[in-house]
């Protein structure tokens, strides 16, 4: 299922867009008024200059796509306890305008990181340290996955390849949204996404290198952006895509994964929450 349209079915969890936003006349008053509903969000200052320049370059597209996330923003009252925040849930996709699909492109290639001549006479563990060496002085993450471990996760990625996954936060929580193209999942921001659709900045890519299936394994490179996510936080995203697209998931993480694509009228996104806060007591 395309991911155009898994978006624009999950935005009924929101609140109605406002019709006819593109109309607005754009105005001084109107724009500073934008930019304050913008600001009430806990995460604004992350992405506030991608914002401004949105502001700056498409003054009319901004008043829009500002109006539609205010629109959607369910009320304070509505917020569950725990200092937990909703609003970044909130879809402000407009329904008559599909996302345009990430161009198809090939997968990354190992030997543009490690020259596979080097250690395709090695055993597994000895391609595991090297890998995890290879890495530790790196700001990425890195795992090594067994084949049929991955076969599970792979499967689950095309069944699946749209999802959220919630990001613990000093403020509650932030939802991450990631797509999956190939062997390669690309996680991004919601709020940014919101803002800036298809262009929106990634804070993780996470790939998977299957040159060595012949081995058994298949080596794991996620890259973040520091500006975004800490190393711990770019884990925790990566710890949580595993439990939910494993062959082994627990039934009530594969029934959210599900009602996501097939269901999302029975979509709830606190459950995501519950499902990390169990982790989290575990």
Same mark, same amino acid.
């Given at each position: 299922?395309?991911?155009?349209?898994?978006?624009?079915?999950?935005?009924?969890?929101?609140?109605? /867009?406002?019709?006819?936003?593109?109309?607005?006349?754009?105005?001084?008053?109107?724009?500073?008024?934008?930019?304050?509903?913008?600001?009430?969000?806990?995460?604004?200052?992350?992405?506030?200059?991608r914002?401004?320049?949105?502001?700056?370059?498409?003054?009319?597209? $901004? %008043?829009?796509?500002?109006?539609?996330?205010?629109?959607?923003?369910?009320?304070? /009252?509505?917020?569950?306890?725990?200092?937990?925040?909703t609003?970044?849930y909130? /879809?402000?996709?407009?329904?008559?305008?599909?996302?345009?699909?990430k161009?198809?492109?090939?997968?990354?290639?190992?030997?543009?990181i490690?020259?596979?001549?080097?250690?395709?006479?090695?055993?597994?563990?000895?391609?595991?340290?090297?890998?995890?060496?290879?890495?530790?002085?790196?700001?990425?993450?890195?795992?090594?996955?067994?084949?049929?471990?991955?076969?599970?996760?792979?499967e689950?990625?095309?069944?699946?390849?749209?999802?959220?996954?919630? %990001?613990?936060?000093?403020?509650?929580?932030? $939802?991450?949204?990631?797509?999956?193209l190939?062997?390669?999942?690309?996680?991004?921001?919601?709020?940014?996404?919101?803002?800036?659709?298809?262009?929106?900045?990634?804070?993780?890519?996470?790939?998977?290198?299957?040159?060595?299936?012949?081995?058994?394994?298949?080596?794991?490179?996620?890259?973040?952006?520091?500006?975004?996510?800490?190393?711990?936080?770019?884990?925790?995203?990566?710890?949580?895509?595993?439990?939910?697209?494993?062959?082994?998931?627990?039934?009530?993480?594969?029934?959210?994964?599900?009602?996501?694509?097939?269901?999302?009228?029975?979509?709830?996104?606190?459950?995501?929450?519950?499902?990390?806060?169990?982790?989290?007591?575990?």
């Amino acid at each position: 299922m395309e991911i155009g349209r898994i978006l624009r079915r999950v935005s009924v969890l929101a609140t109605r /867009s406002v019709a006819g936003a593109r109309g607005v006349v754009t105005s001084a008053a109107k724009m500073e008024k934008a930019l304050e509903k913008l600001q009430t969000n806990p995460y604004y200052e992350k992405y506030a200059d991608r914002i401004a320049r949105l502001q700056q370059t498409d003054p009319e597209e $901004f %008043l829009a796509r500002a109006s539609r996330t205010a629109a959607a923003a369910p009320p304070r /009252s509505a917020a569950p306890a725990a200092d937990v925040d909703t609003r970044q849930y909130s /879809s402000v996709l407009n329904p008559k305008k599909a996302l345009p699909e990430k161009p198809v492109v090939e997968d990354k290639k190992l030997n543009d990181i490690l020259k596979i001549d080097l250690i395709k006479d090695k055993d597994v563990a000895e391609i595991e340290t090297i890998w995890q060496e290879y890495h530790k002085d790196k700001d990425v993450i890195a795992a090594t996955i067994k084949q049929d471990v991955y076969t599970g996760l792979w499967e689950n990625m095309k069944q699946y390849p749209t999802f959220l996954f919630p %990001l613990p936060r000093s403020q509650g929580y932030e $939802f991450i949204l990631c797509q999956s193209l190939g062997h390669t999942v690309h996680f991004t921001p919601l709020l940014a996404y919101q803002v800036h659709k298809e262009n929106a900045p990634e804070c993780l890519t996470m790939v998977h290198y299957t040159e060595l299936r012949d081995k058994g394994i298949v080596l794991m490179r996620g890259e973040y952006d520091k500006n975004v996510v800490s190393g711990r936080e770019a884990l925790c995203l990566c710890n949580q895509f595993q439990l939910y697209y494993g062959a082994r998931a627990a039934p009530a993480r594969r029934q959210l994964l599900r009602a996501f694509t097939a269901t999302p009228d029975s979509f709830r996104h606190m459950d995501l929450i519950a499902q990390l806060e169990d982790i989290s007591l575990a």
